[in-house]
């Protein structure tokens, strides 16, 4: 069975903002990535809303189709809003303002007691709880006596490497990190700088049921359109079902 995609349209909010135009909408980009077979839209709703506005929230919690997953700091502010707007998953990252993109995994483990309630109060919602952990067994562990329902492993490393040695070793980790977490009974999923060149090593990897792509397919968009965009990805990460 091919792992699902999850489309994240958080960049065609940055070109909107950029300007402050109506345009382009993430929200008509979560309506192509449908069509075009996205499993889910993820979208990342940031403490200083620099790219995804509460209102793309709000509008798309009513259009998505299929899965709207909410990645989130992991403050009670941000707990509040999605309580509020109940996206089909939630997905606690760490945040700091001045960051790019995000920079790594949760501490889950150095934040038992903080994440311990906010995954309470999600899952007593009906929310997906996930974790954005970096590829480290502790970390998975740690998920798991929280009780999360779902570890997405961080490959921003894999991603990131330059030399086919450092490829391997954080390749190595994630490989851990997928087998450690399917053997607790969590929900793999795997995100974080893949794209069209890098991510069949990871589709390779069994445990992993879902990919959240963002950036690599937002950017081929701009040439090709997002349905073709999202198709060929689709098809990349159909490779684990043959």
């Known amino acids: ?41 993820t979208i990342h709703l940031r403490e200083d809303h620099r790219h995804i506005q509460p209102r793309d929230l709000q509008i798309l919690r009513q259009t998505v189709q299929t899965h709207l997953n909410l990645e989130m700091a992991a403050t009670q502010e941000m707990v509040k809003i999605a309580y509020e707007a109940k996206p089909d998953v939630c997905t606690l990252v760490p945040e700091r303002r001045e960051e790019l993109t995000t920079e790594g995994g949760l501490d889950v483990a150095g934040n038992r007691d903080s994440v311990r309630k906010i995954v309470k109060t999600l899952k007593d919602a009906d929310i997906v709880a996930s974790l954005f952990i970096d590829p480290d067994v502790d970390q998975v562990r740690a998920a798991h006596r929280l009780e999360a329902d779902v570890v997405e492993i961080h490959t921003g490393r894999y ?45 390779a990897i069994a445990e992993i049921e879902e990919f959240n792509i963002g950036h690599a397919i937002v950017g081929y968009a701009i040439m090709v359109g997002m349905e073709r965009a999202v198709r060929e990805m689709k098809d990349l990460i159909a490779r684990k079902a043959r």
């Open 159 to 203: 991603s990131d490497a330059r030399l086919a040695a450092d490829r391997r070793r954080e390749l190595s980790r994630i490989i851990d990190a997928a087998k450690a977490a399917a053997k607790l009974g969590l929900r793999v999923a795997a995100g974080h700088g893949l794209n069209y060149q890098n991510i069949l090593p990871v589709v």
């Open 1 to 41: 069975m091919a792992a699902q995609l999850g489309v994240n349209v958080d960049h065609v909010a940055t070109i909107r903002q950029s300007r402050r135009t109506p345009y382009p909408d993430p929200v008509q980009a979560a309506m192509l990535a449908e069509l075009a077979g996205a499993d889910q839209i």
